[in-house]
């Protein structure tokens, strides 16, 4: 047996109204978020879930403005959007949109362009619930205040059961057929659409809605609106400089870059005399504002007496990364006439990566043409840069 097709659905967005209690200086869709209006952001959502026709209801006069926000948000698509005038009410502009959908049509969803940050997960579950059969099903979110029936001079006359409350959002998906002749039979007007089809005798049901579906409807909705969207400041990377030199004259045999070189006079120092591994730590820690090396490795620590470039480097970026940052990359220099770097560089560049969790690390060496201390071969010089990332 060949499945039949599945039923084919539209999307009403009524953006019709003219937004009285923002007092936005425009029609409500049209009062602008950031550099776009509400109606780009519903727009988004509504092209984002799964439809096959949608039908935009707005004010009159604001055609050409509603096709140029369809066209921004859908480009070539933005013909496919159909545009038309809406009524005095909310419940007339829901029938203009009903009365251009396509005939073959058979699942309506109306959405508020007011709830202009609906994610889509939200058209997604009304629209599994329709086409899983039911009539109609509506997104609702628990109501968290504490709700009092008042009297007209504001005096308490009962307190209401939270748990038996929901609030009601959009965008609410009807069955064709159903929604149409509760508009037809509707001789009250209603606030929403499940209103309309429970007052002509049917069941609604509701799946899960979402607190960033809200309605904007006030000054201050508008700034929550605005918050939401507003561009996130990057966090920035960050740069850092270390220098270290250690003269030679230590015990044993040299440790540099992370290396033993077998041969080499060994630097003196608290602990390994390792030049290049301080240099970058000092060049890490300053890059996240940590101090320097004598903050946290100070000749207090006695585990780090005689300890080697892994020791150092390791623990190091134990401390960025709880100050929330990574290692991006390190550049070392190294200023020697011994060792001989030449033939252990990527060796060395190996280790010191090894030690900083997998993160490149760059070795380079130069001699300084005789001058100076490194020059008359008394010591070792080596400068870093290292740059870390936010985590
Ligand atoms: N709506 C509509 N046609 C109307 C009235 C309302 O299409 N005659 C739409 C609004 O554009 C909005 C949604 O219905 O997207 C919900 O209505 P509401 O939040 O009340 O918007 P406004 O009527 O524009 O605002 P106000 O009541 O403050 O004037
Ligand atoms: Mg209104």
Do not use: C, Y
Request: proline letters at 5%.
């Amino acid at each position: 047996m060949i499945p039949s097709p599945s039923p084919r659905l539209a999307v009403i967005v009524v953006a019709a109204g003219s937004g009285t209690r923002l007092q936005g200086g425009a029609p409500k869709a049209f009062v602008p978020l950031d550099g776009d209006s509400i109606l780009r952001h519903s727009l988004r959502g509504v092209l984002a879930a799964p439809q096959a026709q949608v039908v935009l209801v707005v004010p009159e006069g604001f055609r050409d403005a509603a096709r140029a926000d369809a066209q921004a948000v859908s480009g070539d698509r933005g013909d496919a959007v159909r545009i038309v005038v809406g009524g005095r009410t909310r419940q007339e502009s829901v029938a203009a949109g009903l009365s251009a959908l396509d005939a073959d049509i058979e699942l309506v969803l109306v959405h508020d362009a007011a709830r202009a940050l609906t994610p889509v997960s939200v058209f997604e579950r009304v629209i599994d619930a329709l086409r899983g059969g039911a009539p109609a099903v509506i997104p609702a979110v628990p109501v968290v205040d504490t709700i009092k029936r008042v009297d007209e001079n504001g005096v308490i006359l009962a307190a209401v059961d939270r748990s038996e409350l929901a609030a009601a959002q959009t965008p609410q998906g009807f069955r064709r057929d159903v929604l149409e002749a509760a508009v037809a039979a509707a001789d009250a007007d209603h606030t929403d659409d499940a209103a309309l089809v429970a007052a002509a005798g049917h069941h609604v049901m509701t799946v899960a809605g979402h607190a960033d579906s809200f309605k904007i409807t006030t000054a201050p909705d508008l700034e929550r609106a605005r918050g939401l969207v507003a561009p996130r400041p990057l966090a920035a990377p960050r740069i850092g400089i270390g220098t270290d030199v250690h003269g030679f004259g230590g015990e044993g045999t040299l440790w540099l870059a992370g290396l033993e070189w077998h041969g080499e006079q060994a630097l003196s120092g608290h602990s390994d005399g390792d030049a290049v591994a301080h240099a970058i730590v000092d060049a890490l820690l300053s890059a996240a504002g940590l101090g320097d090396i004598g903050t946290h490795f100070g000749t207090d620590r006695p585990e780090f007496s005689g300890a080697h470039a892994e020791a150092f480097l390791s623990h190091t970026v134990g401390l960025i990364e709880a100050a929330g940052w990574r290692v991006g990359n390190v550049s070392v220099q190294v200023q020697a006439n011994r060792p001989r770097f030449a033939a252990r560089r990527v060796e060395a560049e190996q280790a010191l990566s090894r030690a900083l969790r997998g993160a490149p690390v760059s070795v380079s060496a130069t001699t300084t043409d005789g001058l100076g201390f490194t020059g008359r071969t008394e010591g070792v010089a080596a400068f870093a840069i290292a740059l870390v990332l936010p985590r």
